[in-house]
């Protein structure tokens, strides 16, 4: 009997000294894996947690792994984000990520309002992407307590209004980074509240705002000319009024004129003025043609990345203009739909633009 108590008692040792080797070797291999740089998925952290007390004390100890909440289609996504904020690990959060979480709706932000959650304030990135639940007065209720928000993302929320536009300028003052996109009742009232209030914004994102004009638009590009990024998809009521002051925009690097009807080559020969542009998207700009291009390939020649899908009015003398000033850069040209170009085979643009790895941006 005492030699099996004995063998039992040798075992229990071995085990604690299995899990203190653990501890000492495996758990800083963990962190270091974690520390690395490439953030884990939220469900993959808590996991982590579970594993043993050591590497449960070891993760709580790094608050930079704390400092992103990552809800993106999750299930009971409201009940999620209130018990997360209860706890002291997320006490300084940077990025709350709810996109898609379908069951967040303005009762789950009113709480965390009326709570005075201390952990939003420090608060930089916010995604609201498809919670279409949230109307104005939530939009209100959640940025009233993220006072340093730098970029808020509202894609697909179909119901907010101009009044949404008016809570977050009040309540952001440093909003730097603004998606609109599929908010299809704001109108020029915001835009207006936009150049005023933000006037260093670096991204804009209005894609499918339909009721946007000139007028709202000229505005804003007059006033936020620190813009970096923008992004008209799928506006077709612009002219080359709006187009010829996108020119203004020296820091300009990112333009979305996917289906831009209206554009010619005069307001693409003003976009020329943004010589730092890499991004070019004039997918199913009909009314352009081989000056317009030849105009951007001699202005703009550190673009990566061009889209001419659709454009029947442009040949190949525009390829020309291309590899000769964008050759050394270019990496995705999409000339899918253009049937003035005869060169279009992979390997007559491989000849012409050596990088490229995309031929094909849209389907």
């Known amino acids: 009997m005492s030699g099996a108590m004995e063998a039992a008692n040798e075992e229990k040792e071995k085990e604690k000294e299995?899990?203190?080797?653990?501890?000492?070797?495996?758990?800083?291999?963990?962190?270091?894996i974690v520390g690395a740089g490439a953030r884990l998925a939220q469900r993959d952290l808590y996991a982590l947690l579970l594993t043993s007390p050591w590497c449960y004390r070891a993760l709580l100890s790094n608050p930079q792994l704390w400092q992103v909440l990552d809800l993106r289609e999750t299930k009971s996504a409201g009940s999620r984000l209130l018990a997360a904020l209860s706890l002291e690990r997320y006490k300084d959060l940077k990025v709350l990520n709810l996109e898609f979480a379908q069951d967040i709706d303005d009762s789950h932000l009113f709480l965390l309002k009326t709570k005075g959650y201390?952990?939003?304030?420090?608060?930089?990135?916010?995604?609201?992407?498809?919670?279409?639940?949230?109307?104005?007065?939530?939009?209100?209720a959640i940025t009233s307590i993220c006072p340093n928000?730098?970029?808020?993302?509202?894609?697909?929320?179909?119901?907010?209004?101009?009044?949404?536009?008016?809570?977050?300028?009040?309540?952001?003052?440093?909003?730097?980074?603004?998606?609109l996109s599929g908010c299809k009742n704001i109108t020029d009232q915001s835009l207006l509240l936009i150049a005023d209030s933000f006037p260093a914004l670096e991204k804009l994102n209005i894609t499918r705002c339909i009721r946007l004009t000139d007028n709202g638009l000229?505005?804003?590009?007059?006033?936020?000319?620190?813009?970096?990024?923008?992004?008209?998809?799928?506006?077709?009521?612009?002219?080359?009024?709006?187009?010829?002051?996108?020119?203004?925009?020296?820091?300009?690097?990112?333009?979305?004129?996917?289906?831009?009807?209206?554009?010619?080559?005069?307001?693409?020969?003003?976009?020329?003025?943004?010589?730092?542009?890499?991004?070019?998207?004039?997918?199913?700009?009909?009314?352009?043609?081989?000056?317009?291009?030849?105009?951007?390939?001699?202005?703009?020649?550190?673009?990566?990345f061009l889209s001419l899908f659709g454009i029947v009015g442009v040949t190949d003398a525009c390829l020309e203009a291309l590899s000769k000033y964008c050759s050394s850069t270019l990496t995705t040209l999409d000339v899918n739909g253009c049937v003035g170009i005869k060169r279009r085979s992979r390997e007559d643009l491989l000849a012409l633009f050596p990088l490229l790895t995309c031929f094909k941006v849209h389907s």
């Open 149 to 179: 928000l730098l970029a808020l993302s509202l894609y697909w929320n179909v119901g907010l209004t101009d009044n949404t536009i008016k809570h977050i300028v009040k309540n952001c003052p440093k909003i730097i980074d603004l998606n």
């Open 18 to 32: 299995q899990v203190v080797a653990w501890g000492r070797e495996t758990v800083p291999r963990v962190m270091e």
């Open 218 to 304: 000229l505005q804003l590009l007059v006033k936020c000319s620190c813009l970096q990024s923008l992004n008209l998809y799928a506006l077709s009521s612009f002219t080359d009024k709006v187009y010829c002051k996108i020119g203004l925009l020296s820091d300009l690097r990112f333009l979305d004129l996917c289906g831009a009807q209206n554009l010619t080559d005069e307001g693409l020969s003003c976009i020329v003025r943004c010589r730092t542009m890499t991004s070019l998207n004039l997918t199913w700009c009909v009314r352009v043609t081989d000056a317009g291009v030849v105009a951007i390939a001699q202005g703009c020649n550190h673009l990566e």
């Open 118 to 140: 201390k952990s939003l304030k420090g608060l930089e990135t916010l995604n609201l992407n498809a919670c279409q639940k949230i109307s104005d007065s939530g939009v209100e």
